[in-house]
């Protein structure tokens, strides 16, 4: 593959030497100059001779322009980005033109893959963002500010963890792979400047997991892009703008666009900011004295005497003058900074020096996380340069660098301390050692680099007059090496050294032609082209446990065996392309679009390979209609459009073709005799491999606790289908002063990849997997911008609204469409045909019984309610009997809603009042369920079932929930809508799982995102400071959040499969102060 | 110029286009596949080996070697302590209702043979896939050698397909039979229960091939007897004829196994304890999870130490263990006060009145990083051993058509002085050697997976009920055999309900 890409970088560039050949005809020239409102001159404003599009030159920096006409009818259009076009006759006489500042977004270019498209001519639904409108916020990544910033599109992170992977989701969920437990490939495809970095096969080597589903959350790779240097960013929703990037464009595409230079003056601008975070919300937690009179206050009141002599209360309760249990910690003080710092600064210096034009920019981030030991630091420089080395050519260069360094504490999120589970209690010794480690000031090592890039070379040469050529070939990796060094005085085990390699190499070629055709006012751009794609993982993971020499923090010093282990592993998939687009208009008023993509992938055998996404569309711009112009006045813009077309996705894996083998040899209980520490629980732990030491190998690993766990592939494994219908209208009113964009769609996913279809016992696997399940996804999108007062005011009010409502559900799964349940019995979810992607079930509870009385006894047989078995009684949970056998059991249970939200959105208000602004933007979610994971988990492990209250010594138990305790059921007589937190030793009973009523909560929230007050000097301050503009500017970000449920700090932060809330790293609250400057 | 550059261009995307199709062929290179794997004799013996971990995995899956042929034949007083589900499976209250979605419950665990299927289905994938492999993929010096190593290891994934068959059938009667290798899973029959007979027949088939492929005992090998060999065969034989009540063939495979080349010899007195860790010089047959890397947590009440276990060889806190030995059976099985086996394997427990005993077999602990409070079990499950093969070939003696008691009685005598029992016994025939012998069975092979399977043997030929929670009739109407769990049936219409439990299972 190698060998072509050089040949054809050999023919791409063998035309360097190709000019257009220059035409003898009478000349006529069209010459003038080119200025603002304001009278400066405008530099690289396009000047076209009209109805001859490719016959086009650009103003010099003094607004200067000089073109050769070579049609019959001496006009020519000028147009410039943010303005409006003119059209003028050509009379002699040089021309002076001023361009007025447009009202209408509908002259800004859009793109939509291999092609700039005006907003004016759009037949899809694509909704934009500007980046002046995020710059400055202190987010690492931009993914994360776009939240409820555009219709259609949810942002919504699973962890406060700075630098994760929030889930984006466009047009709803399709994600049927229950806690991306086979990787899920469900984000959108991110395309840089025309070259696909594409986010989902990229493997980081942070991961942290969700402390109840163990879903995972990545390391953030879009953190490779200075958000600062984002001109706009274009989302491609529908399947006639997306298609054209075919099998990987079916959760959307998202178009950046970087800055460029612009024509005149050199641009050097700087801006920083700097600011902190805020400590987040405590849980209110009693310690000391208080926490010791808590505890055997409930423990003498709940329990029998025959527990009470027992030696079940734990010693650090009952001694209080053991100066070991005698002190008074507050553990969430230790872990938390008071004030965390983030801070940031920009230079960029961009211009032309002749016909070439350069922008070098640089970009300096750091945050430290909330939680003591997390942190980033990113140094990101940019550089882009465009050559015209002969007319006709352009050369295009570019080179995206960041090189980040970030620390997670004491290995991660899921480091001991952050655990509900088992919550530390505060009596507790902590000796200098343990505390400094805990507070993160004296982890030895901690080391994650990671060096992420983007280049991209290309070509693009004019072969005749309306015929463009175009060779790209980009490369991109993110490298992400983390080595640390976990101490036993935290593991509670044993030194480990760790090293963890990660590297995502791919490349892309692309060639494609675009050839521009009018005549009378039929207007035709063709678009045609080829692309190849490889992308490979390389990961390696190593350990070292029981180091013993002090000072060294690598691996080393085990010697070779158990303690010492290293994997690794590489994949590769490629893919080729073939695509084309047609977009005709009439008069630039009746438009059509036409495209079509094949793609192949190495991923299926070669009966499936190819894949086929056409997409067609149709818009109409009434407003250029004559019997609209009585109304012009009112409605200056109305268009309508509708669009149908296919996109596509890949599953997970880059191997789904074969049938994976396993070297799991474990079994029920199993162990390699190693001690493992999870979530502050040490056990022993460990997967066998082998049999009598030979290493085994089948598809059957016996991954739970019945089945071997074996899926099946399918050799007929093939692309995910996503047949999408958009209708949409945008509406302009008053000169542009209202603009409405509402869309309403229906998005299929037709043959979604599904792992867990069960197989024929007899086939020795559990499951098998192939594309059966389809996920049905209908919506409306309404985009609303107001200027709320006339432009002539000099206080203005912008209010820019948007709203999502999406319906979610499964229109087809196999076996019949049987349902599917997911998770281990304790916490299930099911995909049903006709409802949302996993649904929760739950059993419905109503308070706990007050008495042994109203506990329901069977008529027939004259016993008492029991739950699996045994016989409910006061304090016991109220299970709703759903099949009236009185008996409580897994068949009880019922749906309870699921985590998909089905309506999102934002509301942003600018005012500004001379040099004065002040915008605030908050989104809001509504419409979905969550799970309150950490408070199950927190009552599970630290409450009294099981006579778990023994550990109240060793935990805060009651100590950290005191806030609810007077909702627990306490007394015979009580109505309380918890059940008893303390059962006598030796109870079987659970009322802490998770699936009960009481766990699931509404999700919904409205947060302010961020509030912005920012002053611009005046222009005679400025001036004499030779600049040409200065910012200063105060900014919050997470300022407040309304929430519906009362226990769950932030309802955003959940998994979205899972719908579970266990918040390990919290969101914070943060100030900035900030400057922007412009030479 | 143009005409050239278009010609240059269209050059390029040709070449480009040719060669899709290789750049497409990408092979996975860090994880094994069917399609990239079964290539080196190093690949089949690994594929052979799963065949094995997976039998421990279905023995494991819910106690279950020991609930099969222990927990629910008398050697247990009522289960006590850990998962009190045991309870209904010792009181044979097998149709009782269990969710399907209750995938840890152990009641619906043991009603499932999901795990014996993945047994059989890798079985038959290495017999397909190994059958395919060139013989010079097999190490050796001459084709020939080549040739018995690709046979040796067909004759062990023919053992593992029988062993599986032969155990489901003594649990389930019939079952689905499937001796073929599924290339789409999605597209797999469904299939009825064969008839027991069949199933068997089908064993016997398997075992001959294992018996033509596979080698006597090599002592040398770290592989003896945790994976077949031609005693394995034998021994599996004998209790396959034994279980279809053909004494004659089970007598003469009892004779190949206990006159065997590189012979068993019963383990001295002295050591025997050591028939329990694993690998001892009478054993035959065992599944291997005596290594500390293929180990099981001690104390967990899903093992068997952890049921059969308490303070102090245990760290559980338990002063006796969840499922105490029968006090009665104990009693009456080691009344002879010089038998050495109750003071070995068996501890007597004070309980502050009551006497308790708890079964010490497995009872090889080892704890992890010097710490008590995390303890692993290393014993193999001793599947056939030769005390076991000479007692059942005294059954066969004494059930035979021509039986010869003498003989018998002589076998058994062999395996009691082993036991430091001083009298002989003498002069027992028919229904009382018969009994005799069970007895024998059961005190030499208490809690060693035998003793339901063992009693259900004797009742088919005396006559006489063996067990309080099965009657003559519900004996007659099979209730030995366990139901199957409902839930198989949703994926397959064909399959039908156990016979006695038909109607029963809810």
Redesign the interface.
Same mark, same amino acid.
């Given at each position: 593959?190698r060998k $072509?890409v050089l040949?054809?970088m050999v023919?791409?560039l !063998?035309?360097l030497s190709?000019t257009t050949?220059g035409y003898g005809q009478t000349k006529v020239y069209a010459q003038g100059v080119v200025r603002d409102e304001k009278g400066s001159p405008l530099g690289g404003a396009t000047v076209a001779e009209k109805g001859l599009p490719n016959n086009v030159v650009m103003t010099d920096s003094s607004g200067r322009f000089m073109l050769v006409l070579k049609g019959k009818g001496r006009e020519v259009t000028i147009s410039y980005i943010g303005y409006e076009d003119q059209t003028v006759r050509v009379i002699g006489d040089a021309l002076s033109v001023t361009l007025k500042t447009s009202k209408s977004n509908m002259g800004d270019v859009v793109v939509i893959g291999y092609q700039g498209v005006r907003r004016r001519n759009l037949t899809a639904a694509v909704s934009s963002i500007k980046g002046k409108e995020i710059q400055d916020i202190p987010e690492a990544s931009f993914d994360q500010m776009l939240q409820g910033r555009l219709p259609g599109v949810s942002v919504l992170s699973s962890t406060g963890e700075l630098g994760a992977k929030p889930a984006i989701v466009i047009r709803g969920a399709t994600n049927v792979d229950y806690g991306n437990a086979n990787g899920g490939n469900t984000g959108p495809l991110y395309v840089i400047d025309g070259v696909i970095y594409d986010v989902n096969t990229i493997t980081p080597a942070y991961t942290s997991y969700n402390a109840i589903s163990g879903a995972p959350t990545t390391t953030n790779p879009l953190s490779l892009i200075n958000p600062n240097d984002i001109e706009s960013i274009d989302i491609l929703k529908d399947a006639s703008a997306s298609a054209i990037y075919g099998a990987r464009a079916g959760n959307g595409v998202i178009i950046v666009k970087t800055k460029r230079a612009l024509r005149g003056k050199p641009q050097v601008g700087f801006s920083a900011y700097a600011g902190v975070t805020t400590r987040p919300q405590f849980r209110k937690v009693l310690t000391g004295n208080a926490e010791r009179a808590l505890k055997l206050g409930i423990l003498n009141s709940q329990l029998p005497y025959s527990n009470m002599q027992g030696n079940f209360i734990p010693i650090a309760l009952t001694d209080s003058l053991n100066p070991a249990f005698n002190n008074d910690v507050d553990w969430q003080g230790l872990m938390i900074r008071n004030f965390a710092l983030v801070n940031n600064q920009d230079v960029s210096i961009a211009g032309f020096a002749g016909s070439t034009s350069y922008r070098l920019s640089l970009n300096h981030y750091n945050e430290q996380g909330v939680l003591n030991g997390f942190g980033i630091d990113r140094l990101a420089p940019h550089l882009n340069v465009i050559l015209n080395p002969i007319k006709g050519l352009r050369v295009n260069g570019d080179l995206i660098i960041s090189s980040e360094r970030r620390n997670h504490g004491t290995g991660g999120s899921s480091g001991t301390l952050f655990s509900s589970w088992n919550f530390p209690t505060s009596f507790v010794q902590l000796n200098p050692t343990q505390s400094a480690l805990y507070k993160g000031q004296a982890n030895p090592f901690d080391d994650n680099r990671i060096l992420a890039m983007n280049g991209s070379f290309g070509v693009t040469d004019t072969?005749?007059n309306n015929l463009l050529?175009n060779s790209t070939y980009s490369y991109n990796n993110y490298i992400d090496r983390w080595s640390y060094f976990s101490p036993a005085a935290l593991n509670g $085990?044993?030194n480990v050294a760790y090293d963890i390699n990660a590297s995502n190499p791919s490349w892309t070629f692309e060639?494609y032609?675009t050839w521009l055709k009018s005549f009378n006012d039929h207007h035709f751009v063709l678009v045609g082209g080829?692309s190849?794609y *490889?992308t490979k993982n390389y990961f390696s993971n190593a350990s070292a446990a029981g180091i013993a020499v002090t000072g060294i923090t690598t691996l080393q010093t085990v010697p070779p065996g158990?303690n010492l282990n290293v994997n690794?592993?590489?994949?590769?998939?490629?893919?080729?392309s073939y695509y084309g687009r047609l977009s005709y208009d009439y008069k630039g008023k009746y438009l059509a679009t036409v495209s079509v993509r094949r793609d192949?992938? +190495?991923i299926y055998s070669a009966s499936y390979?190819w894949g086929t996404f056409p997409a067609v569309s149709a818009g109409w711009i009434a407003s250029d209609e004559k019997f609209m112009e009585p109304v012009k006045n009112v409605v200056n813009f109305l268009r309508f459009r509708a669009s149908y077309g296919i996109t596509g996705n890949d599953p997970g894996s880059?191997?789904a073709k074969?049938? =994976?083998?396993s070297?799991d040899? =474990?079994?029920?209980?199993?162990?390699?005799? !190693?001690?493992i520490n999870n979530y502050g629980n $040490?056990?022993?732990g460990?997967t066998?491999s082998?049999?009598?030491?030979?290493?085994? $190998?089948?598809?059957?690993p016996?991954g739970?606790?019945?089945?071997?766990s074996?899926v099946?592939?399918?050799?007929s494994v093939r692309w995910e289908k996503y047949p999408q219908v958009d209708f949409g209208t945008d509406v302009e009113l008053f000169n542009s002063r209202v603009n409405l964009v509402v869309d309403v769609y229906q998005k299929d996913a037709k043959d979604k990849y599904f792992y867990n279809?069960?197989?024929?016992?007899?086939?020795?696997?559990?499951y098998?997997s192939?594309n059966f399940v389809d996920v049905r996804n209908q919506g409306l999108e309404i985009g609303l911008n107001t200027r709320n007062l006339a432009s002539s005011s000099k206080f203005q009010w912008n209010t820019s609204f948007n709203i999502s409502f999406n319906r979610n559900y499964v229109t087809k799964l196999p076996?019949n469409n049987?349902d599917f349940?997911f998770g281990?019995?304790w916490f299930?979810q099911t995909l049903t045909l006709g409802q949302p992607l996993f649904n929760y079930k739950v059993w419905q509870i109503k308070g706990a019984y007050p008495t042994d009385a109203d506990v329901p006894t069977d008529g027939i047989t004259g016993k008492k309610m029991t739950f699996q078995?045994t016989t409910l009684g006061a304090g016991d949970p109220a299970y709703v009997d759903m099949n009236g056998d009185y008996n409580i059991?897994? *068949?009880d249970k019922v749906i309870a809603g699921n985590p998909n939200p089905k309506v999102t959105g934002g509301i942003g208000n600018t005012f500004s009042y001379k040099g004065i602004s002040l915008s605030i933007f908050c989104s809001f979610v509504t419409g979905r369920k969550i799970f309150n994971g950490a408070l199950s988990d927190f009552l599970n492990g630290s409450s009294g079932i099981y006579g778990s209250y023994t550990n109240w010594g060793a935990n805060a138990g009651p100590a950290a929930i005191s806030g609810i305790l007077g909702q627990f059921w306490t007394t015979p007589g009580d109505h309380a809508p918890l059940p008893r937190l303390v059962y006598p030793n030796g109870t +079987?009973k659970d009322p802490w799982d998770i699936a009960s009523s009481y766990f699931v909560e509404d999700g919904s929230f409205l947060k302010v995102k961020q509030m912005t007050l920012g002053y611009n000097l005046p222009e005679k301050w400025v001036r004499s400071l030779h600049m040409r503009f200065v910012n200063v500017y105060g900014m919050a970000e997470n300022l407040m959040t309304w929430k519906k449920s009362k226990t769950v700090p932030d309802p955003e932060l959940v998994d979205p499969t899972t719908g579970t809330s266990n918040v390990v790293y919290p969101s914070a609250l943060k100030f900035t102060l900030g400057l922007r400057l412009e030479l | 110029?143009?005409i050239k550059? /278009?010609i240059?261009?269209l050059?390029?995307?040709i070449?480009?286009?040719s060669?899709?199709k290789k750049?497409?062929?990408?092979?996975?290179? #860090?994880?094994?596949?069917?399609?990239?794997?079964w290539k080196s004799e190093s690949?089949a013996?690994?594929?052979v080996?799963?065949?094995? #971990?997976?039998i421990?995995?279905a023995?494991?899956?819910?106690i279950t070697y020991y609930s099969y042929g222990d927990l629910i034949s008398d050697e247990f007083g009522p289960v006590s302590g850990g998962d009190?589900s045991y309870l209904d499976v010792q009181d044979m209250n097998w149709g009782i209702?269990i969710?399907a979605?209750?995938?840890?419950d152990p009641r619906? /665990?043991l009603r499932?043979?999901?795990?014996f299927?993945?047994?059989?289905?890798?079985s038959n994938?290495c017999l397909h896939f190994i059958n395919s492999m060139p013989v010079s993929s097999f190490t050796g010096d001459d084709d020939a050698a080549r040739q018995s190593r690709k046979n040796h290891y067909l004759g062990e994934a023919y053992f593992t397909r029988a062993f599986s068959y032969f155990y489901m059938a003594r649990v389930w009667g019939d079952v689905?039979l499937?001796t073929d290798y599924?290339?789409?899973?999605?597209r797999?029959?469904?299939?009825a229960r064969s008839p027991q007979k069949d199933v068997l027949a089908r064993c016997l088939l398997d075992l001959d091939s294992a018996r033509q492929y596979l080698d006597w005992q090599d002592p040398n090998s770290?592989?003896k007897v945790?994976?077949a060999d031609k005693g394995a065969v034998f021994a599996l034989l004998a209790h396959l004829y034994a279980w279809e009540g053909d004494y004659n063939h089970c007598d003469n495979a009892c004779d190949s196994v206990i006159n065997a080349p590189t012979g068993y010899t019963l383990v001295d007195s002295a050591d025997y304890t050591s028939i329990y860790k694993g690998k001892s010089l009478e054993s035959i047959f065992e599944i291997?999870?005596n290594?500390?890397?293929?180990?099981?947590?001690a104390t967990?009440v899903?093992?068997i130490t952890?049921v059969t276990l308490a303070e102090p060889l245990i760290h559980n806190n338990l002063p006796t263990p969840a499922w105490t030995i029968n006090t009665g059976l104990y009693q009456y099985l080691y009344s002879d006060t010089d038998d050495i086996r109750p003071k070995l394997v068996f501890k007597e427990l004070s309980t502050g009145g009551a006497i308790a005993y708890e079964c010490i077999k497995y009872a090889n602990i080892?704890n992890?990083?010097a710490n008590t409070s995390?303890?692993?079990a290393l014993n193999n499950i001793i599947v056939f051993r030769l005390a076991d093969i000479l007692l059942l070939k005294a059954e066969a003696l004494a059930a035979k058509p021509a039986p010869d008691y003498g003989t018998a009685l002589s076998l058994v005598n062999a395996v009691r002085q082993r036991a430091k029992i001083k009298t002989p016994l003498t002069g027992y025939t028919g229904n009382d050697l018969l009994n005799l012998i069970t007895d024998e069975r059961g005190r030499e092979l208490f809690l060693e997976g035998h003793r339901f399977f063992d009693l259900i043997r004797l009742e088919r030929i005396t006559g006489d009920q063996q067990l309080s929670t099965i009657s003559p009739g519900e004996f007659a109407a099979g209730k030995y055999y366990w139901p199957i769990d409902p839930s198989?049936f949703?994926?397959?219409s064909k399959l039908t309900q156990t016979g006695f439990w038909k109607g029963k299972v809810h």
């Open positions: 593959m $072509i040949l054809a023919v791409a !063998s035309v190709a050949a072969i005749v050529f $085990i044993q060639n032609l080829t190849a *490889d158990t690794t592993n590489r994949q590769e998939k490629t893919t080729v192949a992938s +190495s390979r880059f191997y074969y049938q =994976s083998l070297t040899a =474990s079994f029920l209980n199993a162990t390699t005799g !190693s001690l $040490i056990g022993i460990g066998p082998t049999y009598n030491g030979t290493a085994v $190998i089948s598809p059957f016996y739970n606790w019945v089945y071997n074996g099946g592939a399918s050799n279809i069960p197989a024929q016992v007899t086939t020795g696997y559990q098998f192939g076996n049987r349940l281990p019995p299930q078995g059991n897994l *068949d +079987s | 110029m143009h550059y /278009k240059l261009g050059a390029a995307l070449a480009f286009c060669s899709c750049f497409l062929d990408q092979q996975p290179n #860090s994880v094994a596949t069917d399609q990239t794997t690949d013996n690994a594929s080996a799963s065949c094995y #971990s997976l421990r995995s023995f494991n899956a819910a009190q209702s969710p979605a209750n995938t840890n619906l /665990k499932l043979f999901t795990n299927y993945t047994v059989v289905a890798q994938r689905p499937v599924y290339d789409d899973v999605s797999a029959p469904q299939l770290s592989d945790v994976r291997a999870q290594a500390q890397s293929e180990s099981m947590r967990d899903y093992t952890g080892q992890v990083n995390y303890q692993i198989l949703l994926l397959n």
